[in-house]
């Protein structure tokens, strides 16, 4: 099993900037694509950027030099640097990734954390 665990969500005044955490853990045999999403009340879920393995990134067309999404592969672990924040980042912020499985071995396997609440204020 593998879970995906999220921290940094928070208040913050518009301008101002967060850093979202998520950590993998349990037993895999690797970490592929790592992502965050956010979603608004009543909306669908939307990419707010994306990292390969090897540090390929892609981000959102609202978000695009804001934020900044980077990861640690020996802590299994992706950030969200967020700066520059306004009122219409404020969502739940999701942590995704693409996980090669150890229990059935070798399969990709995609998997969410449980969100994180980030609330700008104007």
């Known amino acids: 099993q593998v879970q995906l665990v999220e921290s940094g969500g928070g208040l913050v005044q518009a301008g101002g900037s967060l850093r979202l955490s998520c950590a993998a853990s349990?037993?895999?045999?690797?970490?592929?694509?790592m992502g965050w999403y956010r979603q608004l009340p009543g909306k669908q879920r939307e990419l707010v950027a994306s990292?390969?393995?090897?540090?390929?990134?892609n981000y959102g067309d609202s978000v695009k030099g804001r934020f900044t999404i980077s990861r640690d592969n020996a802590k299994n672990t992706v950030y969200l640097q967020m700066n520059s924040l306004k009122p219409e980042d404020t969502a739940v912020y999701y942590c995704?990734?693409?996980?090669?499985?150890?229990?059935?071995?070798?399969?990709?396997?995609?998997?969410w954390g449980q969100g994180t609440q980030v609330t700008v204020s104007s």
């Open positions: 990292i390969t393995r090897d540090s390929s990134t």
């Open positions: 995704n990734a693409d996980v090669t499985t150890y229990m059935p071995w070798g399969e990709t396997r995609n998997y």
């Open positions: 349990g037993r895999f045999l690797s970490i592929n694509t």
